[in-house]
């Protein structure tokens, strides 16, 4: 063996697998003694049914195919092979003592590469085999290199994925992280502010009832222990709306939901407000119809209609009205809470649901509210599936909206 050469095959080829196709043992056994000296690993079918069996089990670099055989010629051998996805890139040489153009160009309509002439010459058949498996292995590198890069290319496809999703995550993070700031600075506002007036006022007519309670007329202590009443009811509800707000925020408020009755629960949050809408003399009504029901947690509605009528108690005038009305709207209960009071301009009402947004209005009888009632309002309607909203017009009234589930999912 050519030491040069043979340095060459074992560089690059050692240990390719041949397939060699062809029924004549002459041939073969010269093929056999001549690829063998190379380092070759080899492989012999004697027809092309046999052939595409071990193609297809031995997968070989590459197949030396006879023509002309029994059965299976080697052109139709070769057109199954390309047919199979197992063998479909294993590169066939043709060899054949027919050589003329029409069957080499048939060779090459079915998917073989290259021909050897018989008789064969040893320095041909080493020549045509050794350079299209160097092609071959060159086009398994490209093919490898080419699998690996695009496992690269994904791998930083995913890992840009996952940075842009975490860049997301931190940034609703640092937002949740502001409106959670926001909430609790107007939280302590509201602890430390809005619960101090009515605190002064029930510490002050108190003070005067007590120092002056033997100069007082009946009627003048009557006047200031209602003005005493109003500022502790004024004291529970805030305390009962930031209850509920803290163990809403923090998920700790019970949520049951069930059938309610909302001509029934209207009626009770109307006799709670009735004594201080007849100070005022305000009209509270209700015109929600028998057995109007809803899906809901009930104590949380019960919260949503009791803050809605009390601010709207605040902000109509004496001898108005105030209107309680539901009506079906498709899967869902509209419920609206209607006053002919002082209204809301249209650049204030954004702000009427926001927590982390001053707003504040007097009454028509001086009153003054946090906002915090309208943010539960609105968390309390999420909560159980609905949504509220308000329509208004400066000097006309003002209506707040709300939808609830007329039943559960």
């Known amino acids: 063996m050519n030491t040069s050469l043979g340095h060459l095959i074992e560089i690059n080829l050692q240990g390719?697998?041949?397939?060699?196709?062809?029924?004549?043992?002459?041939?073969?056994?010269?093929?056999?003694?001549?690829?063998?000296?190379?380092?070759?690993?080899?492989?012999?079918?004697?027809?092309?049914?046999?052939?595409?069996?071990?193609?297809?089990?031995?997968?070989?670099?590459?197949?030396?195919?006879?023509?002309?055989?029994?059965?299976?010629?080697?052109?139709?051998?070769?057109?199954?092979l390309k047919a199979h996805e197992a063998t479909k890139d294993i590169p066939v040489i043709f060899m054949t003592a027919l050589a003329s153009p029409d069957n080499r160009i048939k060779g090459f309509e079915v998917g073989g590469l290259d021909y050897i002439v018989?008789?064969?010459?040893?320095?041909?058949?080493?020549?045509?085999?050794?350079?299209?498996?160097?092609?071959?292995?060159?086009?398994?590198?490209?093919?490898?290199?080419?699998?690996?890069?695009?496992?690269?290319?994904?791998?930083?496809?995913?890992?840009?994925?996952?940075?842009?999703?975490?860049?997301?995550?931190?940034?609703?993070?640092?937002?949740?992280?502001?409106?959670?700031n926001a909430s609790k600075d107007r939280f302590f506002s509201i602890i430390s502010h809005d619960l101090r007036g009515p605190f002064t006022a029930l510490l002050g007519f108190s003070e005067t009832v007590i120092t002056c309670i033997d100069e007082y007329s009946k009627e003048k202590i009557k006047e200031n222990m209602l003005r005493i009443r109003t500022s502790s009811e004024a004291i529970y509800t805030l305390l009962e709306n930031l209850l509920a707000w803290s163990r809403l925020q923090q998920d700790m408020l019970e949520y049951s939901p069930r059938k309610i009755s909302l001509d029934e629960l209207t009626e009770d949050s109307i006799y709670l407000f009735e004594p201080g809408a007849g100070q005022k003399q305000i009209t509270l009504r209700s015109v929600v119809q028998k057995n109007t029901t809803a899906y809901a947690d009930s104590n949380m509605i019960d919260t949503v209609l009791r803050n809605l009528i009390s601010n709207a108690l605040k902000f109509t005038h004496t001898g108005d009205t105030i209107e309680v009305s539901a009506i079906q709207a498709g899967d869902h209960i509209e419920i609206a809470v209607s006053d002919t009071g002082i209204g809301i301009s249209r650049e204030d009402i954004p702000k009427l649901f926001q927590i982390d947004t001053q707003y504040t209005n007097i009454g028509t009888a001086g009153e003054k509210g946090t906002g915090l009632g309208l943010s539960l309002c609105k968390d309390l309607i999420e909560k159980n599936g609905g949504g509220i909203w308000v329509e208004s017009e400066v000097g006309t009234g003002t209506t707040f909206k709300f939808t609830l589930p007329r039943r559960g999912m």
């Open 16 to 80: 390719c697998n041949i397939l060699i196709v062809d029924d004549n043992p002459t041939n073969l056994k010269v093929l056999l003694e001549y690829l063998e000296e190379f380092g070759f690993e080899l492989v012999v079918a004697r027809d092309g049914e046999s052939a595409i069996k071990r193609a297809q089990y031995t997968h070989p670099d590459i197949i030396l195919l006879d023509v002309v055989m029994p059965g299976l010629d080697g052109f139709e051998t070769c057109r199954r």
């Open 118 to 180: 018989k008789p064969f010459q040893h320095e041909e058949v080493f020549a045509r085999v050794t350079i299209h498996l160097r092609i071959r292995k060159l086009q398994q590198q490209l093919e490898s290199q080419n699998a690996l890069l695009q496992e690269k290319n994904e791998q930083l496809q995913r890992e840009i994925t996952e940075r842009k999703r975490a860049e997301e995550q931190l940034k609703d993070l640092n937002q949740q992280l502001r409106e959670a």
